[in-house]
T-cell receptor
Framework: AQSVAQPEDQVNVAEGNPLTVKCTYSVSGNPYLFWYVQYPNRGLQFLLKYITGDNLVKGSYGFEAEFNKSQTSFHLKKPSALVSDSALYFCAVRDPRGSNYKLTFGKGTLLTVNP | DAGITQSPRYKITETGRQVTLMCHQTWSHSYMFWYRQDLGHGLRLIYYSAAADITDKGEVPDGYVVSRSKTENFPLTLESATRSQTSVYFC??????????????FGPGTRLTVL
């Protein structure tokens, strides 16, 4: 069974500082990994995905994520945080060996960027 | 409007009543999904569909019914609403492409309150 963990319910960072939102996963094979962002009273928006290839994936709004197979992690990063980055972030995983196409989401991490 | 829409955006109902949440997408995506979002649980999959007339249970299907007579629509029905079904419901869609996996696109959500 596939699963994903976001070990931090909340992350606080000062504007201009680098940010990291952590995600670890568990699947039987090589995973497909995703990051989504949710702003208040909105649906989830896709940020980036890792399917195969380069371990460093670049996405929307200056975000990037690093796939680390040995640590089964896919942490979301940004070099310089903005107040507007404050939102709820979800990591998701799919086992590509499965016959279904379901994503399993983490519980989310609330990012607060302080001015 | 292009994209994925949900209606109603807000709904208050009483225990025991039947409620139907609508989801419509204009991309002709094959796959559609229903999730519920609850504090502390993240997003949990209720039902999903690979194509018209093909549906399957997700993680938390009890108390819900879906249908998909047309590719673009995927209604979710609560047959007899309970207070535990108070939640925010999200519909999503994606299109499978050979050798790849596209991200899911989410609707704006329906906030349902069961009194």
């Amino acid at each position: 069974a596939q699963s994903v963990a976001q070990p931090e319910d909340q992350v606080n960072v000062a504007e201009g500082n680098p940010l990291t939102v952590k995600c670890t996963y568990s699947v039987s094979g090589n995973p497909y990994l995703f990051w989504y962002v949710q702003y208040p009273n909105r649906g989830l928006q896709f940020l980036l995905k890792y399917i195969t290839g380069d371990n460093l994936v670049k996405g929307s709004y200056g975000f990037e994520a690093e796939f680390n197979k040995s640590q089964t992690s896919f942490h979301l990063k940004k070099p310089s945080a903005l107040v507007s980055d404050s939102a709820l972030y979800f990591c998701a995983v799919r086992d590509p060996r499965g016959s279904n196409y379901k994503l399993t989401f983490g519980k989310g991490t609330l990012l607060t960027v302080n001015p | 409007d292009a994209g994925i829409t949900q209606s109603p955006r807000y709904k208050i109902t009483e225990t025991g009543r039947q409620v139907t949440l609508m989801c419509h997408q204009t991309w002709s995506h094959s796959y559609m999904f229903w999730y519920r979002q609850d504090l502390g649980h993240g997003l949990r999959l209720i039902y999903y569909s690979a194509a018209a007339d093909i549906t399957d249970k997700g993680e938390v299907p009890d108390g819900y019914v879906v249908s998909r007579s047309k590719t673009e629509n995927f209604p979710l029905t609560l047959e007899s609403a309970t207070r535990s079904q108070t939640s925010v419901y999200f519909c999503a869609s994606t299109q499978w492409m050979a050798g790849a996996y596209n991200e899911q696109f989410f609707g704006p959500g329906t906030r349902l309150t069961v009194l």
